[in-house]
């Protein structure tokens, strides 16, 4: 049950903000695994789409849709890789650098204007919770690499 309750939370908790930042965030809506796979090339220029997909825990083929559906939007260029000429390399453009940026600030915003209005025992709360759903994430990355 405890499990249950906190995947619904966490994903009710990021559709919310999702919806709430496109409001405030300019451009075409993006969905959370094109957000994700922004990131992903934003700490990782040049990346390959199969290791996106590592990253991300997705197929490559799912991963391809992401890149072509982003290359459309103008936010990522796909170039051939110098050393093998079959694979493609990931690139953020300007416009992605700057959305990123933009929802990133924004969402630091929301969240922060949001959590102030609670009261100060439930921040506690959330600031202790944080290690614990490190560590889940941790634990759930290192059994899917068995």
């Known amino acids: 049950m405890l499990g249950e309750e906190l995947m619904a939370t966490m994903g009710a908790l990021r559709r919310l903000v999702g919806r709430r930042l496109r409001s405030?965030?300019?451009g075409p809506p993006l969905r959370g695994a094109h957000v994700e796979l922004l990131q992903v090339v934003e700490k990782q220029p040049g990346i390959g789409?199969?290791?996106?997909?590592?990253?991300?825990?997705?197929?490559a083929n799912s991963v391809s849709t992401l890149v072509n559906q982003l290359i459309d939007l103008g936010m990522l260029v796909r170039q051939t890789a110098p050393d093998d000429r079959r694979a493609a390399r990931l690139w953020l453009t300007e416009v992605a650098a700057q959305r990123l940026a933009s929802w990133r600030r924004a969402r630091v915003d929301l969240i922060a204007a949001t959590m102030a209005g609670l009261p100060v025992a439930d921040r506690q709360a959330l600031a202790r919770a944080l290690p614990a759903l490190r560590a889940l994430l941790d634990a759930l990355d290192t059994e899917e690499g068995r």
Request: no cysteine.
């Open 24 to 26: 405030v965030v300019p």
């Open 49 to 59: 789409i199969a290791p996106a997909g590592r990253a991300l825990h997705l197929a």
